[in-house]
């Protein structure tokens, strides 16, 4: 599956169902492949509801071989794969001076992919997130996974094999 260049279109919306750890692993590898560079991307959800887990396999889908740790309590992870990746935790972060603080608005631009679990604990406005993908618990390993996102990236997602 070729990787996207950029977005374009409007936004549109996807919900995939998972019924396991590995399927959410295998549709966050998926998406990690199509991402350009530059993309800033929200991890919402629950606590325990896997944005970590769909978070490791948008890595290996961008190429990085290492395990994918939750930031949450060191707040930001750094890999490196076909682009940088810096992946932010905003749970604990109470200030958007904190926020600052962590550079999270620094990393933006360029070609580093942001994820940040927890985007939506920023105000409105504070980031302009390329994407948002939202999951929920529905019951034990079964998610709901939504993707709030540019159209190009939603139909390259629908033409996906997610196995």
Known sequence: MNR??????????LS????SSAKTMNIGRL???I????SVVSLEGGLGAGKTLFAGGICEGLGIKE???????????????????????LYRLERIEDVRKLG??????GRNVILVEWGDRLPEGVLE????????IIKGDERRIGFKAPNNLIRKLMEGNIE
């Open 4 to 13: 996207l260049n950029d977005f374009s279109g409007p936004l549109g919306r």
């Open 16 to 19: 995939i169902r998972s019924g």
């Open 31 to 33: 998406f990690g492949r």
């Open 35 to 38: 991402l350009p560079a530059g």
């Open 67 to 89: 395990e994918v740790l939750s930031p949450t309590f060191i707040l930001l992870e750094e890999y490196k794969g076909l682009f940088p990746v810096f992946h932010f935790d």
């Open 104 to 109: 999270l608005f620094d990393a933006t631009g």
């Open 129 to 136: 997130f390329d994407i948002h993908v939202d999951i929920k």
